[in-house]
């Protein structure tokens, strides 16, 4: 399994104009909620838990990013279980506004994905690897991480492996 500082260095060589960064900010926690709350049905209320095929894909991207670090991992089960209740709580409406939640915060999530992108310059990381889809919400923590000033060393690494964010400027035409 790659290390936290290898998926983060590799994310981030996709992620490294400002405006891209920002625009994950907003696209990548809508994406995150709206698979969250549309894999919340079906769903079952067994003993005060809601069972859900939402519940075992967040169990499941929870252990992978606590085999990664044990302090993002915290971080991302907490928010993980702050979509699963969301997404519970639209399960639980009807089926217009449930569905309706899930597919248009899906859809905006990937306009503004596309559109950082488009500044960027480049495709998306999960075109190349998969794994940036389990990744892409970890790189926005830890890019919130380090505008906070915390994890030093782990901004230093990935900087030296995918370079500094700068602006991207399109090459003008001659």
Known sequence: MKSLVEHLSQYAAYHRDPRNIATHFVGIPLIVVAVTILLSRPGWDVAGMWL?????????SVWFYLRLDLRFGLVMGLLLGLCLWLGQMLALKSTGLWLSAGLGAFVLGWIIQFV?????GRKPAFVDDLSGLIIGPLFVVAEAAFMLGL??????A???????VAIRHKNAAV
């Open 116 to 120: 950082g992108h488009y500044y960027e």
């Open 158 to 164: 990935v900087e030296a492996n995918a370079g500094p």
């Open 151 to 156: 994890c030093p060393q782990l901004k230093k």
């Open 52 to 60: 859900s095929p939402a519940l075992i894909a967040a169990a499941a």
